[in-house]
């Protein structure tokens, strides 16, 4: 073409500067589109909200109508259909939506072969884009049967396809993003994916990718830390046959009473809201408090007598009071030899016959006393204490020696004045609180979760001070921590489980927890609302006896 003058060739160089400018601003546009989309992928976490949001940022970078995004099974044979859509029929499924119950997308045949007629199975298996102008004319090992049956269904008419595999950082496909029929902007018809289509796309695919699996692995991670605290909550359960259940009955009271708060409309509590993520920290903190019982040894956790340690001593008592007795017996048969021997005639022996018959009576009934005190139910006065210090000063002969017929630790453990627990025996309960904390705050949160330890570790703390591990005051106990104290309590007092205390009823439970307000040990204001809300009677009819619900 001849170029007759310089306003010619002006001209001429224009239209190249403006072709390459509305080339470079295009660039530039999907540049920052790649980088807006990329920051909007990055910033998702629910997995399902992402992959919805994948192939809609798909379908409008490329200007498609439709579209299929799939992802890999776990075991590479199948693509799972996950989020479908067409724009121009309405149609969206899957993503945050309703479930795709579509039929897996097999990666292989019956017969073992690879199911390369498949366009989407195909992209998976070559790991390779797939382009297509029109499907109906299409190369004919290409199976479109389904997408046939989709437009005789619908009156639509599927053309142009683009098919992009989606990589993760090794390499592997995890997923497919199908385009279907991508529209002119100026014309409105359906035209050919081009070439600049595919590159953008298979960079945007590279970052869906990598967010997918971002995403997958966080979420594999919290199934991983779900798993080892659920792991961890029924190991600590099944060490003792007589609180299995209590860490999930505990976690449950406790997410019972922080559901309630958030849905309260007035009172103290009217202003307080907590967010799914410190829900998940007190259900977390509900089943990891007693996770120091680990260290707790069984003979303490289970002692459900006074007496018992590996087997309930008090069968060792009741075998030396037998002994003692026939000792008695075998006295007064020798003081009676010795009369007779005398000369005494069988008249005379009956005052040896009545001492030893009340001192055989008071011996049995010393040893039901014991009995009845082994079992730790009712408060040891001081003289009920005086009388096991008396039995303990009997001697039995043994081998050629004097026993007592009570050891020190037997006394001991006879005089504890409430329960079956001695002193020292407590403190090594107590004592796993502290575990618990140490425990848990030496586990390595995601900052979601940091504050699980100083939850989970309040449950024994009280408003007064005198709580443990800690002493921490009042105002050193959040909310969360007063939440779990109370449903540790409730539970403990209402338990059917404990064989050395029968269980309370609803009625009995509140008023021993009345009591513990009364003595600024229970937040009072949570105990009320714990009340009024009725959350003692929803639980009582969810998981106590019925003869406990008395109100």
């Known amino acids: 073409m001849a170029i007759s003058s310089d306003t010619d060739v002006n001209?001429?160089?224009?239209?190249?500067?403006?072709?390459?400018?509305?080339?470079?601003?295009?660039?530039?546009?999907?540049?920052?589109?790649?980088?807006?989309?990329?920051?909007?992928?990055?910033?998702?976490?629910?997995?399902?909200?992402?992959?919805?949001?994948?192939?809609?940022?798909?379908?409008?970078?490329?200007?498609?109508?439709?579209g299929t995004l799939y992802v890999t099974s776990e075991d590479a044979r199948y693509l799972h259909f996950r989020v479908v859509e067409t724009r121009s029929l309405g149609i969206k499924m899957g993503g945050a939506g309703e479930a795709i119950s579509w039929p897996d997308l097999p990666l292989y045949k019956a017969d073992g072969e690879p199911n390369r007629e498949m366009v989407a199975a195909l992209c998976a298996l070559e790991d390779r884009t797939i382009n297509i102008a029109d499907?109906?004319?299409a190369d004919e090992r290409y199976n479109f049967e389904g997408t046939r049956?989709?437009?005789?269904?619908?009156?639509?008419?599927?053309?142009?396809?683009?098919?992009?595999?989606?990589?993760?950082?090794?390499?592997?496909?995890?997923?497919?993003?199908?385009?279907?029929?991508?529209?002119d902007p100026d014309s409105g018809e359906v035209t050919p994916f081009s070439e600049?289509?595919?590159?953008?796309?298979?960079?945007?695919?590279?970052?869906?990718?990598?967010?997918?699996?971002?995403?997958?692995?966080?979420?594999?991670?919290?199934?991983?830390?779900?798993?080892?605290?659920?792991?961890?909550?029924?190991?600590?359960?099944?060490?003792?046959p007589y609180t299995g259940g209590h860490v999930q009955k505990v976690a449950q009271l406790a997410m019972m009473l922080a559901r309630a708060v958030n849905q309260a409309d007035s009172g103290p509590y009217q202003e307080v809201h907590f967010s799914d993520e410190e829900l998940d920290q007190i259900h977390i903190a509900g089943l990891m408090h007693d996770v120091g019982k680990i260290t707790t040894p069984e003979y303490i956790m289970d002692k459900s007598t006074k007496l018992e340690t590996i087997y309930d001593r008090i069968e060792t008592v009741r075998t030396r009071f037998e002994l003692y007795i026939r000792e008695i017996e075998r006295d007064a048969d020798r003081q009676k030899l010795d009369l007779l021997r005398q000369g005494a005639r069988f008249d005379d022996l009956n005052d040896i016959d009545e001492r030893t018959q009340e001192a055989i009576d008071q011996a049995r009934a010393d040893l039901a006393f014991l009995e009845n005190a082994n079992f730790g139910g009712e408060f040891m006065r001081d003289e009920d204490i005086e009388r096991v210090q008396q039995i303990a000063r009997h001697w039995l002969h043994r081998d050629g020696e004097m026993i007592p017929l009570l050891s020190e630790n037997e006394v001991e453990n006879l005089s504890i004045r409430k329960g079956t627990l001695t002193l020292e025996e407590r403190a090594k309960i107590n004592h796993h609180a502290y575990m618990s904390t140490e425990m848990l705050e030496a586990l390595p949160f995601p900052k979601s979760l940091r504050r699980v330890p100083e939850i989970a570790g309040?449950?024994?703390?009280?408003?007064?001070?005198?709580?443990?591990p800690k002493g921490l005051s009042a105002e050193q106990l959040s909310l969360e921590a007063r939440i779990m104290a109370l449903a540790d309590i409730f539970e403990a007092l209402t338990a059917s489980d404990r064989p050395y205390k029968r269980p309370n009823t609803l009625k009995e439970?509140?008023?021993?927890?009345?009591?513990?307000?009364?003595?600024?040990?229970?937040?009072?204001?949570?105990?009320?609302?714990?009340?009024?809300?009725?959350?003692?009677?929803?639980?009582?009819?969810?998981?106590?006896?019925p003869e406990q619900l008395d109100v």
């Open 509 to 545: 439970a509140m008023r021993i927890i009345g009591f513990m307000v009364k003595d600024q040990e229970l937040d009072a204001d949570l105990v009320d609302f714990f009340y009024q809300a009725g959350l003692h009677l929803e639980y009582g009819r969810q998981s106590l006896l």
């Open 135 to 137: 499907v109906y004319l």
């Open 11 to 66: 001209a001429l160089l224009s239209g190249v500067l403006e072709t390459i400018q509305a080339y470079v601003g295009r660039q530039n546009d999907h540049i920052q589109s790649l980088y807006r989309i990329g920051a909007a992928l990055s910033s998702e976490t629910r997995l399902d909200h992402l992959l919805e949001m994948i192939l809609t940022e798909a379908m409008g970078f490329s200007n498609a109508d439709g």
């Open 196 to 240: 600049e289509d595919e590159k953008s796309l298979l960079s945007l695919a590279s970052q869906a990718a990598i967010a997918m699996t971002n995403v997958q692995l966080i979420q594999d991670l919290r199934k991983l830390l779900d798993s080892f605290i659920d792991a961890i909550a029924r190991a600590i359960d099944d060490k003792s």
């Open 458 to 468: 309040g449950h024994h703390e009280k408003l007064n001070g005198k709580g443990y």
């Open 149 to 183: 049956q989709f437009d005789a269904k619908t009156g639509y008419r599927s053309r142009s396809m683009l098919v992009i595999p989606m990589r993760n950082y090794e390499n592997q496909v995890i997923g497919v993003c199908q385009l279907l029929n991508r529209i």
